[in-house]
C-alpha cells in the first residue's frame, strides 16, 4: 500500500508560535517534502498528534561566523577522540531520544515513531550522524537531514565531555569545506548560542534554504 505524501499549508499560515499542521505521516516523501519547504515535525504528547512547525523566527549559525572559544579549542586538542560519520546512526539517535543532559535542548521529543522514521532516511541518504569515539566507545554525536547543500541539524548527546562540541565543531569544517554557509538548528539554545547562532526572519531563512537546497552537493556521500 502507497502512503500519500502530505501537502503543507503554505508557512505563513502557522501560529505565533510556529505550529503549522497536525497530523500526517513520517514517510520519507513527507519528511523531505517537509524539509524543503522549512518545516520540521515535533510531536505535542498533550494533544496526542504529530505537529508540524515553521517558526516565525528561525536559529542558524552562519558558518563563517562560526565562534570556538579558546578554551575549548585548548579542551578539544587535549583530548583522545576520534571522528566517524555514519557509522552509528541508529544508536546516535536513539542516544539523543534517551539521554537527559542537554539542558535547554529538545530531547524528548523524540518518539520511537521518529527514530524509526529517520532511520529510514539514513537509509535512503538524507539522515546523517556525526559521531565522537573514545576507546572505541561512541561518547556523543549529533544527526541531522540534507538536501542539497542544506544541512539542518536535530538533536545531539553526550556521555564524556565536550564530545557533542566536538561533533558540531568537526560538522562545521566539513560543512565549510563542501561550500556550505549556514546550519539550519531550528530553535536557539544557549548550547549553540556559544558558537555563534543566532535567529532571522522566516522569510529570510526560507530564502537561504531555496538556494541551498537546488545545490548539486552530496553531502556525506564521501562516507557511505
Known sequence: MTIATIEFPPVEF?????????????????????????????????AGELAWFSPPERALVYLDQFHISRSLKRNLRSLDFELRVNTAFEEVIVSCASLENRA?????????????????????GHAHSVECWSSGELVGGLYGVAIGGMFAGESMFYRSPNASKFCLV???????SKGVPVIDCQQKTAFLSQFGCKEIPREEFLSILQQQIGRDIALFQEFS
Open 170 to 176: 568537526e560538522l562545521a569544517s566539513y560543512l565549510v
Open 14 to 46: 502557522a501560529d505565533e508560535n510556529g505550529l503549522l499542521a497536525l497530523g500526517g505521516n513520517l514517510e520519507p516523501e513527507t519528511l523531505l517534502s517537509a524539509y524543503s519547504q522549512g518545516i520540521f515535525p515535533w510531536p505535542i504528547f498533550d
Open 104 to 124: 535547554d535542548q529538545r530531547g524528548t521529543w523524540i518518539t520511537k515513531e521518529l527514530v524509526q522514521a529517520y532511520i529510514r532516511l539514513h537509509h535512503l
